[in-house]
């Protein structure tokens, strides 16, 4: 699968759901938006090695 973090590409060999694999990159759920396929997913959602993963940092401040 292609997973793409703050506009750095990689591929990656995963079978589980978006929050195992946001475990496994070592990224906490509550900083980061999951795209799958372009669309918003829940971190519940199952991924396969056909679909494009997007994590994208979230910025909080004021």
Known sequence: ME???NNEHQQLQFKGTA???LKQLKIRREEVVIKINGQLAPETSELSDSD???IIKVVFGG
């Open 19 to 21: 929050e195992q694999l």
């Open 3 to 5: 997973i793409k973090i």
């Open 52 to 54: 494009s993963i997007e």
